[in-house]
């Protein structure tokens, strides 16, 4: 399943009065290109379930500036001046929990609980109008869980399948959130075909629909298979000169550019270069590759080169074996250039 998206078709459902659940810490961690939408689109009276109000003009806070939030469930607002004016003017209700309370509340929104027992909060005003239960001669603070109908996540890595890995602190509240809602749609920062299992934050069952973020491509990887012949072998025993795999690697970029920008574009050069086993004629030899990185002219791109056929001419003249596992010969990356004018697909 395809679950890739434009911002407006992740955020078409989005109306008046939903519950949205958004990642993120002081911005860090949050899905800005989808928070940006929302205040573009001018919906309101939204209740938002978020650690913090972050900054008027950062994250979650723009929502809040923009008096689009009529209800708040957060650890703290310090920070966004904004959010403390629209509660002291009635134009906002503001439920606070402590940080690891909320936390658990949205875990526990997720997993189906009917709630979290804490001692965090008796005795002060986070109590007011809570059940109190005591268990072993200790009171504990029961708090409800938490579920949106929306959670907008940021990701660092997705791959095809839908599967999230969070690098460094956005591994916040958004694997969590991604588990407590309706539908969840997440901005990733890079795509992979595939992230290793014991990687994986958030499985792809629970993300209905991504959006890639700024600086990534949308394009999908090109390949190209040939067979290497006697005309490419320039030394003894049939050896393919390794400037063949790089000419391979050439025409994959030049299929990735016009895929992703409509223009043949210029390759400005390599910046590694690895061969890693011999290519002789008579092999197969399959070259991929991606973009990973978009600046306003500049490609960053990948490539390996594989060997899936190799000739057999200790059976016959003309016997070859199509490998189980593929060789790599070769692995490179490096960076084309599109001028802006050329440009008439992807736009910055």
């Known amino acids: 399943m395809n679950k890739f998206m434009t911002i407006e078709d992740a955020l078409a459902g989005v109306k008046d009065g939903m519950t949205l659940m958004i990642g993120g810490f002081l911005g860090n961690g949050t899905p800005h290109l989808l928070v940006d939408a929302l205040v573009r689109s001018g919906v309101k009276n939204l209740t938002l379930i978020c650690n913090d109000t972050a900054f008027p003009e950062t994250g979650v806070g723009r929502l809040v500036a923009n008096r689009q939030v009529s209800k708040l469930y957060t650890s703290h607002i310090g920070t966004n001046p904004c959010s403390g004016e629209q509660l002291n003017a009635g134009e906002l209700t503001i439920e606070f929990c402590p940080q690891g309370s909320l936390a658990e509340r949205v875990r526990a929104g997720g997993n189906g609980l009917g709630g979290v027992l804490t001692p965090t909060g008796v005795g002060t005003t986070v109590a007011e109008g809570k059940e109190l239960v005591t268990v072993g001669g200790r009171t504990f603070l029961l708090e409800l869980p938490l579920r949106a109908d929306l959670a907008l996540v940021r990701a660092s890595v997705a791959d095809r399948s ?14 969590l959130m991604a588990t407590a809602a309706d539908r969840v749609v997440a901005e990733v920062g890079e795509v992979v075909e595939e992230i290793a299992p014991e990687s994986v934050g958030t499985p792809g069952i629970f993300v209905d629909g991504m959006v890639v973020g700024e600086g990534v491509s949308r394009c999908p990887r090109a390949t190209i298979r040939v067979r290497m012949s006697a005309h490419d072998a320039h030394y003894g025993g049939e050896l393919v000169d390794g400037a063949r795999m790089l000419q391979l690697f050439g025409d994959v970029a030049t299929e990735l550019l016009i895929r992703h920008d409509g223009d043949e574009g210029l390759f400005a050069g390599y910046d590694r270069v690895e061969f890693l086993a011999p290519v002789h004629a008579g092999d197969y030899i399959e070259a991929s590759g991606e973009i990973v990185r978009v600046g306003n002219s ?33 692995r490179a990356s490096g960076t084309c250039v599109v001028p802006k004018k050329c440009q008439r697909i992807w736009k910055n």
């Open 298 to 330: 500049s490609r960053g791109m990948v490539f390996e080169a594989r060997k899936v056929i190799a000739p057999r001419p200790d059976v016959s003249d003309s016997a070859a074996d199509a490998l189980d596992a593929p060789v790599v010969v070769c």
């Open 162 to 175: 839908g599967n999230l890995l969070y690098r460094g602190t956005s591994a916040n509240f958004n694997p």
